[in-house]
């Protein structure tokens, strides 16, 4: 079953302009993690994030988490027709579980 | 820096015959995963190993399908009598996770094996 749900399901955006996915959880956990997935491919690991962070960055990307709301966004800047792909939050449970549980991903279409 | 292997790419098969998959990890790496994704939707998690054991099995796992990793190193995924339902996108990832410290550690996936069943 999906842990997750990314909103919005598509974004299409001008080169340049600023993107922001996010994700909602039901289960507490032990971190979050984002991934892209370029069409055909596996998953690239962007960014992973504490359940006790509440904001990272990394180059063009910035991820906040809110554990209260169970909720967790990601910010992708002057983006780039590259950044064209599905991204995905996921989720590894605090049970310890060490399997990542994926919502249904953003699919994010960078218009030059 | 060779990532996580998987082979083959693609596989088309009628329905009822056997297919097996192989995933070679990240050397160094000590957990495998696979995962199952189908069209418009995320990966679902199937099993995964830490070393030669295989730790969790899920729900999703009939008995059809057996995953095994012998050696610690590669592993494959078997489905046994293919059904049209079992059409998807299968992902190995691995990991280092160590025995103490740090368990927070990324998943490198592989490209995937797409299966298509006639």
């Known amino acids: 079953s999906q842990q997750g749900e990314e909103d919005p399901q598509a974004l299409s955006i001008q080169e340049g302009e600023n993107a922001t996915m996010n994700c909602s959880y039901k289960?507490?956990?032990?971190?979050l993690q984002w991934y892209r997935q370029n069409s055909g491919r596996g998953l690239v690991h962007l960014i992973l994030?504490?359940?006790?962070?509440r904001e990272k960055h990394s180059g063009r990307l910035r991820v906040t988490l809110d554990t209260s709301k169970k909720s967790s966004s990601l910010l992708i800047t002057a983006s780039r027709a590259a950044d064209t792909a599905s991204y995905f939050c996921?989720?590894?449970?605090?049970?310890?579980?060490?399997?990542?549980?994926f919502g249904q991903g953003t699919r994010l279409t960078i218009n030059p | 820096d060779t990532g996580v292997s998987q082979n083959p790419r693609h596989k088309i098969t009628k329905r009822g015959q056997n297919v097996t998959f192989r995933c070679d990890p990240i050397?160094?790496?000590?957990?495998l995963y696979w995962y199952r994704q189908t069209l418009g939707q995320g990966p679902e998690f199937l099993t995964y190993?830490?070393?030669?054991?295989?730790?969790?099995k899920s729900r999703l796992l009939s008995d059809r399908f057996s995953a095994e990793r012998p050696k610690g190193s590669f592993s494959t995924l078997e489905i046994q009598r293919t059904e049209q339902g079992d059409s998807a996108m299968y992902l190995c990832?691995?990991?280092?996770?160590?025995?103490?410290?740090?368990?927070?550690?990324?998943?490198?996936f592989g490209d995937g094996t797409r299966l298509s069943i006639l």
């Open positions: 990832a691995s990991s280092f996770t160590p025995v103490t410290g740090d368990s927070n550690q990324p998943q490198h």
């Open positions: 289960t507490s956990i032990n971190n």
């Open positions: 994030i504490r359940s006790n962070e």
């Open positions: 996921a989720t590894d449970a605090w049970e310890g579980a060490q399997k990542l549980v």
């Open positions: 050397s160094e790496h000590n957990r």
């Open positions: 190993f830490q070393n030669e054991a295989q730790l969790e």
